[in-house]
C-alpha cells in the first residue's frame, strides 16, 4: 500500500513522492484512528475541523445506507429531491439566511459566494485581512493571506484585491481606525469584504476580537458593500457559538459553510444568502454536477439533528477547559511564542517553523494524532471526546513543544 501510495498519489500540500510516507489508516471508530500496523491513535485533528461526532457513527452510517436504498445521485438541474430541500431548510432555519446553494466543496462555496457578489454588486474587488485562508481554487485563493497562500507562485493570474492587516486579538482602536479608512478608500471599487469570523484556520490559527467583525458589518452596510463570512472552519460549535458570527451578534450578507457539514463523512459545503442578495443576483451562473448529492445531504441533515441533540455547547465548553489546563505548562517552553485556546480549538504556536514529521513522530509515540503546520501545533478533536483521551492530546502537544 506504502509503495503504490508512493509511486502513484498527490498528498496535499505535497510533492510525489512526498519525503515522509502518509501512514496507512485501515479504520476509524470514534475518537480512534487504526493503522494498518496496528497502533491506535488518539484523534487530535477531527480530519481537518469535520469529524465532529467522532468516526463510523451510527446514526450517520444508518442515514448514508438508507438513502442510497432510495438513491445515490439525480442531477440537480430540473429535479430536486427530499434530502437536499431538507438540509437547504433546516440550514435556512439555523443561519437566518433563507437561499441555499449547495456546492462540493469548501473552496467551490467560496467561489460562488464570490460570484454572488459580483453579480449582485457589479464590481470585481473583494477586500479581507492578512491571515486568511478561504480554499485552493484561484478565486478563493486570492483572498488567502498572500505569504501562507503563496501568491508568489500564481503571480499575474491571481486578481488583486485590497488586504488590511490581520485583526489583533484585542480590540484595539488604532487597528480599527485604519480598518475604517482602508474600507471608505476602496469602496467604490468593492463587491464585498471576505474574512473568516473570529478564528483564522488554516492562515495561522489566529483568533481575532469579535468587535472588529461589528465594525466590518457597519463598514459594509455604510458603503453599501456585501460582508461574506466564510464559516467553513468555524461553523457549527467549533468556537463554542454556532457559528463564528455569533460572537459579534451579527449576520453575514452571504455565509459559507462546509467541513463539519457532513460531520466528516464526504464532502458538501452550502453558500447562503438573504432575499436581497438573491434577487439582486438573479441568474447565479454556477452549478456543480453533483450538486446538491443526496447522500451527502442525507448524512449532513442527520449530522446537524446529532449536533442538535448533543450539548454541544457543554462539550466544547469542556474541552476549552481541558484545553487550557492541559496545555498551560506548554507556555513556558522555551521555544513557545503563544499558547492558545477558543472553543475547541488549542494552538501551540512556536518560535521557528516545526519539524513536522520528528513532532508527528513525537505525538505519535503518546498514541496520538496530530498534523502541525508552520510554527503551529494545534488541536481541534471531536466534541465526542472524552477527559482521558484529551488528556492524552494535550500530553503530547506539551511534549512536543518542550521538545523544540
Ligand atoms: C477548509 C476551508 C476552506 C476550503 O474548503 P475545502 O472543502 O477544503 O475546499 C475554505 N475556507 C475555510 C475557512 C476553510 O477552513
Redesign the pocket.
Known amino acids: 500500500m506504502a509503495l503504490l501510495d508512493r509511486e502513484h498519489v498527490w498528498h496535499p500540500y505535497a510533492a510525489t513522492p512526498q519525503p515522509v510516507a502518509p501512514h496507512v489508516v485501515s479504520r476509524a471508530d470514534g475518537v480512534r484512528l487504526t493503522l494498518a500496523d496496528g497502533r491506535e491513535l488518539v484523534d487530535g485533528m477531527s480530519s481537518?475541523?469535520a469529524a465532529i461526532h467522532g468516526y463510523n457513527h451510527p446514526r450517520l452510517n444508518r442515514a448514508l445506507k438508507d438513502q442510497l436504498e432510495d438513491m445515490a445521485h439525480v442531477m440537480f438541474g430540473g429535479l430536486t429531491h427530499e434530502p437536499a430541500v431538507r438540509l437547504a431548510a433546516t440550514l435556512a432555519s439555523m443561519t437566518g439566511l433563507p437561499k441555499v446553494f449547495l456546492a462540493d466543496?469548501?473552496?467551490?462555496?467560496?467561489e460562488v459566494a464570490i460570484k454572488m457578489a459580483f453579480q449582485f454588486t457589479g464590481r470585481g474587488r473583494l477586500l479581507t485581512v492578512r491571515g486568511?485562508?478561504?480554499?485552493?481554487?484561484f478565486g478563493?485563493m486570492s483572498v488567502c493571506d498572500p505569504v501562507n497562500g503563496m501568491h508568489h507562485l500564481f503571480s499575474g493570474v491571481l486578481p488583486e484585491h485590497v488586504f488590511a492587516d490581520r485583526p489583533p486579538r484585542e480590540y484595539d482602536e488604532g487597528y480599527a481606525a485604519r480598518l475604517t479608512d482602508l474600507v471608505a478608500r476602496h469602496a467604490g471599487e468593492l463587491a464585498a469584504i471576505i474574512v473568516?469570523p473570529v478564528v483564522?484556520?488554516?492562515g495561522g490559527m489566529h483568533f481575532y476580537h469579535p468587535a472588529y467583525l461589528r465594525l466590518l458589518r457597519e463598514l459594509a452596510d455604510e458603503h453599501g458593500v456585501l460582508l461574506i463570512a466564510?464559516?467553513?472552519?468555524?461553523g457549527f460549535g467549533r468556537t463554542g457559538e454556532l457559528f463564528g458570527c455569533d460572537h459579534a451578534g451579527i449576520r453575514p450578507d452571504i455565509m459559507?459553510l462546509?467541513?463539519a457539514l457532513t460531520g466528516g463523512y464526504m464532502?458538501l459545503?452550502a453558500t447562503l444568502c438573504t432575499e436581497r442578495v438573491a434577487r439582486g443576483v438573479g441568474v447565479l451562473m454556477h452549478g456543480p454536477t453533483f450538486m446538491g448529492n443526496p447522500l451527502a445531504a442525507a448524512v449532513a441533515s442527520a449530522s446537524l439533528e446529532l449536533l442538535r441533540e448533543r450539548p454541544w455547547r457543554e462539550e466544547v465548553g469542556r474541552i476549552e477547559a481541558g484545553l487550557l489546563a492541559g496545555l498551560a505548562g506548554a507556555a513556558e517552553a522555551p521555544g513557545v511564542r503563544d499558547v492558545r485556546v477558543l472553543g475547541a480549538i488549542g494552538v501551540i504556536e512556536a518560535r521557528e517553523p516545526v519539524d513536522v514529521p520528528a513532532v508527528q513522530a513525537l505525538v505519535m509515540r503518546h498514541g496520538v494524532w496530530l498534523r502541525p503546520f508552520g510554527r503551529l501545533i494545534y488541536a481541534m478533536p471531536p466534541y465526542s471526546i472524552g477527559d482521558g483521551d484529551l488528556e492524552r492530546v494535550t500530553t503530547a502537544m506539551t511534549a512536543a513543544a518542550r521538545s523544540l
Not at 105 to 110: D, Q
Not at 132 to 137: I, L, W
Not at 230 to 234: K, N, S
Open positions: 481537518w475541523w466543496s469548501g473552496s467551490v462555496a467560496v486568511g485562508y478561504h480554499g485552493d481554487t478563493a473568516e483564522q484556520g488554516a466564510d464559516e467553513i472552519a468555524t459559507c462546509g467541513k464532502s459545503a
